[in-house]
């Protein structure tokens, strides 16, 4: 087995087993990072945005920069100081030891609060990973920003929303990050330890080779089938992306191809579309959510049904009540059957998470008995 392939799927095993409730999240970022592109994270404050982020920066060997910006940051804050010796010499040079233009990584905290003598700098890095510095313009080795915000740009109607639409369409993928919201996992939020670990490290290179694989992979006819009635149902719904963010849909979908094992992309690897191809956050995201997953890939569309069933039904379990206990557990040993013979990664979680549930709902009956 290809052993950069074999560090992002154990990398993505871990960070989902040792996060609460963000496999999707951590599938958002890896991606960004075989796809060549930025992603953003938004959500409300402690979600575990920042801890995802920053723990995937550190999985990459590079250098990193991590920055928290408000209204008050300064451009010297992200891409460093003037050098005060060229300016003698007429000269206006930053040193960018250290910073934004210096790193590999770069995580972007409260992204939507930079200002405009910010933003323009961003703009040019992110898109054609160069830096104006001294009237030149010098390439920079970032692979991939990382946003984290706690609101979409405009939610506040703020004046400048239209300004932050370029920044905003430079994340091409977006997800929207929410509240843990399983008992379960509360539960293990509340009781347990989190420490996610990462057993391994991954070079530049290592990335670099992974994403020549990715971007060498053919899109199969069924997708490319699936891809065409994707966007015809999308137009009917208002969505229009635009043409460079279709362009970069298509490598984003490679790279779930090539993270899943794929000798081509297949169906399935479009469901991650869902967090592309979408132009407004007011509404477009949950619409585009529904049509992306109907189409690409409705098994996966019916194990999330089944999965929603069953919390449900560990909800509104009264594990006081030996009866509705009983009940209950049939319930969910019926679900977990067929989360059983369905297949995929998300069926084999989805089963252990049922499994687990009725294990934990059985010895609470217990010891409440």
Not at 81 to 99: A, F, N, Q, S
Not at 112 to 134: G, P, Q, V, W
Not at 135 to 159: F, H, K, Q, T, V
Not at 335 to 348: D, N
Request: net charge negative; hydrophobic share 40%.
């Amino acid at each position: 087995m290809n052993t950069t392939l074999e560090k992002f799927q154990t990398t993505r095993n871990e960070l989902a087993a040792g996060l609460i409730e963000r496999e999707q999240e951590v599938d958002a970022l890896l991606l960004a990072m075989l796809a060549g592109e930025h992603a953003l994270l938004v959500g409300p404050p402690g979600t575990a945005k920042t801890m995802l982020a920053t723990l995937l920066a550190e999985w990459m060997s590079g250098r990193r920069f991590t920055t928290l910006l408000t209204k008050y940051s300064m451009p010297e804050d992200v891409f460093g100081p003037v050098d005060v010796r060229g300016l003698k010499e007429g000269r206006y040079r930053r040193i960018t030891d250290g910073r934004l233009a210096d790193a590999h990584v770069a995580l972007v905290d409260e992204t939507f609060k930079a200002s405009s003598a910010i933003l323009n700098c961003l703009l040019t890095a992110m898109e054609e990973r160069l830096f104006d510095n001294d009237g030149r313009r010098e390439p920079i080795p970032l692979e991939i920003m990382i946003g984290c915000s706690n609101e979409w740009p405009g939610s506040n109607g703020d004046a400048d929303a239209k300004e932050l639409g370029a920044l905003f369409d430079r994340f091409t993928i977006r997800k929207a990050v929410r509240s843990i919201g399983t008992d379960r996992g509360r539960h293990r939020l509340m009781y347990e330890p989190i420490a996610p670990t990462l057993s391994t490290r991954i070079t530049p290179e290592e990335l670099k080779t992974a994403r020549a694989e990715a971007a060498a992979l053919p899109f199969g006819d069924p997708a490319q089938e699936a891809a065409a009635e994707i966007l015809r149902k999308l137009a009917e719904e208002g969505i229009t992306p635009g043409d460079r963010r279709l362009r970069k849909a298509v490598a984003v979908a490679r790279a779930a191809a090539w993270l899943e094992g794929h000798a081509q992309v297949e169906r399935a690897d479009l469901e991650c579309w869902q967090w592309v191809l979408w132009v407004d956050p007011a509404e477009q995201p949950e619409k585009a959510a529904k049509i992306v997953s109907r189409i690409a890939n409705p098994e996966g569309a019916k194990i999330t049904s089944f999965l929603m069933e069953a919390e449900q039904i560990i909800r509104e379990t009264d594990q006081k009540d030996l009866a509705a206990t009983a009940t209950a557990c049939k319930k969910l040993g019926e679900i977990h059957e067929k989360l059983k013979e369905s297949r995929g990664r998300k069926a084999e979680q989805g089963a252990a998470h049922v499994a687990g549930e009725i294990k934990r709902i059985r010895l609470a009956t217990v010891e409440a008995l």
